[in-house]
């Protein structure tokens, strides 16, 4: 089975940056997307980055211009690099893989353990 471990958070002042960094515990073949959530304290937990199998990479209309999300093939993980932080982006955030292995090539999902970032004023 395989595990995602992020790390990165911490706390910040509004207008810094973080760099999340998820990494698997293996190789995962047959990845269909790889992706950064988050959800803020009574809220639910909602989209903030994907990347696709060719590359193809979509945000949240919040943080788009201040996330890129990125990708390391060769050592499994994938990166969310986030600048100019706000208050409003205090959140766990949490890595998910979709993916679809042999032989059913039914697509599954992984998540990690979430990582806080807290965004002060």
């Known amino acids: 089975q395989v595990q995602l471990v992020e790390s990165g958070g911490g706390l910040v002042q509004a207008g810094g940056s973080l760099r999340l960094s998820c990494a698997a515990s293996r190789t995962i073949f047959s990845i269909n997307t790889m992706n950064w959530y988050r959800q803020a304290s009574g809220k639910q937990r909602e989209l903030v980055a994907s990347?696709?199998?060719?590359?193809?990479?979509n945000y949240a209309d919040s943080v788009k211009g201040r996330f890129t999300i990125s990708r390391d093939n060769a050592k499994n993980t994938v990166y969310l690099q986030m600048n100019s932080l706000k208050p409003e982006d205090t959140a766990v955030y949490y890595c998910?893989?979709?993916?679809?292995?042999?032989?059913?090539?039914?697509?599954?999902?992984?998540w990690g353990q979430g990582t806080l970032v807290t965004v002060s004023s």
């Open positions: 990347v696709t199998r060719g590359g193809t990479t």
């Open positions: 998910n893989v979709r993916f679809s292995p042999p032989p059913t090539y039914v697509e599954v999902e992984v």
